[in-house]
């Protein structure tokens, strides 16, 4: 079939086409209008020790990223989400909460971003808080004994030092040294190295915290924007698809149409004798 031939078909219909989809169009935007806007809010947890460390600990980082995807799980979970519905006094239950909340975790990382969607943006808010506090409140906190007894133990090897870096330094300043002076000098250089390492191991000890620690990073905040349904895309979809149907139904109805004798006639007498 030619270019002529479609044109043929098709522009005497041209107002139906025309007027078949501006009204899908209308009617999808209407649709749009009604349907009940999406909104997306985050909260991000980081998972382990305190970034502020100079140095963290590969091993604790390590543990840290598998907790992640522990936190991820957990977040998702009926006690959870029951705990979350209490405290933001929901109308819903849990089954219809997961649908409505999830978690992204970057790869190899340990950060935790819940997410929560609602038709209000301050209820998808208060979800993604909620759901962080539920997972905080949950994470393993510091032992007060353990921390005690950290610092005791590191008051004593403080006291320790400064005892033996002090009785060193009296021997250093003698003009001469007796071979017993010279042997206690030595062996106070290398208890002062070995209570030096102990300290630093105490210190690194307080300082590394638990690889299951959690500390929210990122509060999250009611959108000003909601993330659909886009009103553009139902009605350019709708648009197209109405097009298609009414193009198809055009050229439905010229093949049942019954052919005008006269165009019949006219390919009979061109045909060769």
Same mark, same amino acid.
């Given at each position: ?10 522009? +005497?219909?041209?107002?139906? *086409? ?20 999406? =909104? ?30 522990? =936190? ?146 990122? +509060? ?13 895309? *139902? ?15 055009? =050229? ?19 045909? +060769?004798?």
């Amino acid at each position: 079939m030619d270019l002529r031939r479609h044109l043929a078909i098709l522009r +005497p219909a041209a107002p139906l *086409i025309v007027g078949m989809v501006g009204l899908a169009v209308v009617v999808a935007f209407v649709v749009s209008l009604l349907l009940p806007r999406i =909104y997306e809010s985050r909260a991000t947890l980081y998972v382990g020790q305190a970034l502020s460390e100079a140095q963290l600990d590969y091993n604790g980082l390590l543990a840290s990223q598998i907790l992640t995807q522990t =936190y991820g799980r957990l977040a998702t979970t009926r006690p959870v989400l029951e705990a979350v519905i209490q405290d933001q006094h929901l109308q819903t239950t849990p089954e219809e909460l997961q649908a409505n909340v999830s978690t992204e975790i970057p790869l190899e990382g340990t950060l935790l971003v819940i997410v929560a969607r609602s038709d209000d943006p301050g209820i998808a808010a208060g979800i993604a808080n909620s759901v962080a506090q539920q997972l905080l409140s949950r994470a393993p906190k510091d032992d007060p004994k353990q921390v005690a007894d950290q610092k005791a133990r590191l008051a004593q090897l403080d006291s320790t030092i400064a005892r033996v870096e002090a009785e060193a330094n009296k021997l250093r300043g003698l003009a001469t040294l007796t071979a017993a002076q010279s042997d206690r000098l030595d062996l106070l250089g290398e208890r002062l190295v070995a209570f030096g390492q102990a300290r630093a191991a105490v210190l690194a000890e307080m300082r590394a915290g638990s690889p299951n620690a959690l500390t929210l990073v990122d +509060p999250a905040t009611a959108p000003a924007f909601p993330v659909g349904p886009s009103r553009v895309l *139902i009605v350019g979809v709708t648009g197209a698809v109405a097009l298609a149907l009414v193009v198809l139904l055009i =050229y439905v109805i010229d093949a049942f149409r019954p052919e005008d004798p006269r165009m019949t006639a006219k390919r009979t007498d061109r045909r +060769p004798a």
